[in-house]
């Protein structure tokens, strides 16, 4: 089984930073890719931004130049720097990791979700 513990949303002013994070914790034989995603009422939720487990990247447009996703392997941890922050990147932002458990099977976890909201 794998837990994830998201920190770091808030409320910020446009044009603000905020650092996102999100550490795997538990049972499992290795952690692949691991992403952001983001969903406000009513809308689908939609990748921000996703890393492998070698460090391929991919953002979404809306995001580009704006947002950089790292991980720490030795933490099993995603961060994800938001800068230039506008008003249409409020949401609450969720954590998503794909892992193999230690009889090798897939799993998708999703984090609790952690709000993000930038005034205007």
């Known amino acids: 089984q794998v837990q994830l513990v998201e920190s770091g949303g808030g409320l910020v002013q446009a044009g603000g930073s905020l650092r996102l994070s999100c550490a795997a914790s538990?049972?499992?034989?290795?952690?692949?890719?691991m992403g952001w995603y983001r969903q406000t009422p009513g809308k689908e939720r939609e990748m921000v931004a996703s890393?492998?487990?070698?460090?391929?990247?991919n953002y979404a447009d809306s995001v580009k130049g704006r947002c950089t996703i790292s991980r720490d392997n030795a933490k099993n941890t995603v961060y994800l720097q938001m800068n230039s922050l506008k008003p249409e990147d409020t949401a609450v932002y969720y954590c998503?990791?794909?892992?193999?458990?230690?009889?090798?099977?897939?799993?998708?976890?999703w984090g609790q979700g952690t709000q993000v909201t930038v005034s205007s």
């Open positions: 998503k990791v794909n892992s193999r458990s230690r009889s090798l099977s897939l799993i998708q976890v």
């Open positions: 538990g049972s499992f034989f290795s952690i692949n890719t």
């Open positions: 890393i492998s487990d070698n460090g391929n990247t």
